[in-house]
């Protein structure tokens, strides 16, 4: 079954600590993408990325940063955690052409205290 | 940007009914897609309607798409309590495999 891994499913940080969140797929697809969904706000793009070495900011990049040195893995990082930043991270990968649905991995839920 | 929104917010059922969700977008799409997602876990691919599409089944699922009126539905016939869930869209634009999800309607389905 193909698969889309997110590293930890709960993670607690403190304020200002740099944060890294892993994503890995095993499925060869091109496009990675971060996701953080929050109550009211629905899922907001962060980060996204159609080649190794390569990333676009999506709509909410302030305070993120990412890394894509292999195809298979994409990690997320919050170089100084703030409080703003508890929320729900969700990774998802595709094809490289469109028409084709994402696959999520499970989710972290960070809490930055 | 939220591309699409979801109607209602919050939906309640009884078993064996049917469940009707609305997802409405504000420009043109490749196609639309719908995603569930259980408490506290990630979104699951439900399936996909391209925008020459009008209507679509999978199993319960049958999903419409009117583009004139940038509007998709998605219906559950003969919901079960495993159902329970959240319901997103999420749309393509035409420039590429991005998508832009909707907020998403909580479903409950009473046993």
């Known amino acids: 079954d193909v698969k889309v891994t997110q590293s930890s499913r709960y993670l607690v940080k403190r304020t200002g600590e740099k944060v890294f969140l892993e994503c890995v797929q095993d499925?060869?697809?091109?496009?990675m993408f971060w996701y953080r969904q929050d109550p009211g706000l629905g899922l907001r793009l962060i980060y996204f990325s159609y080649d190794v070495k390569m990333k676009e900011k999506g709509d909410i990049p302030e305070g993120y940063s990412v890394s894509r040195e292999k195809k298979e893995r994409f990690s997320l990082i919050l170089e100084s955690a703030s409080t703003n930043q508890t929320s729900m991270y969700l990774c998802a990968s595709s094809v490289s052409q469109g028409g084709y649905g994402y696959t999520f991995g499970s989710g972290t839920r960070l809490t930055v205290v | 940007s939220q591309q699409g929104e979801e109607d209602p917010q919050a939906l309640s059922i009884q078993e064996g009914e049917n469940a009707t969700m609305n997802c409405s977008y504000k420009t043109s799409i490749n196609n639309l897609q719908w995603y569930r997602q259980n408490s506290g876990r990630g979104l699951v691919h439900l399936i996909l309607?391209?925008?020459?599409?009008r209507e679509k089944h999978s199993g319960r699922l049958r999903v419409t798409l009117d583009t004139s009126k940038k509007s998709s539905s998605l219906l559950i016939t003969a919901s079960r309590a495993a159902d329970t869930a959240s319901y997103f869209c999420a749309t393509e634009g035409l420039s590429g495999s991005r998508l832009t999800f909707g907020e998403g309607t909580q479903l409950t389905v009473n046993p």
């Open positions: 309607i391209r925008s020459n599409e």
């Open positions: 499925m060869d697809h091109e496009n």
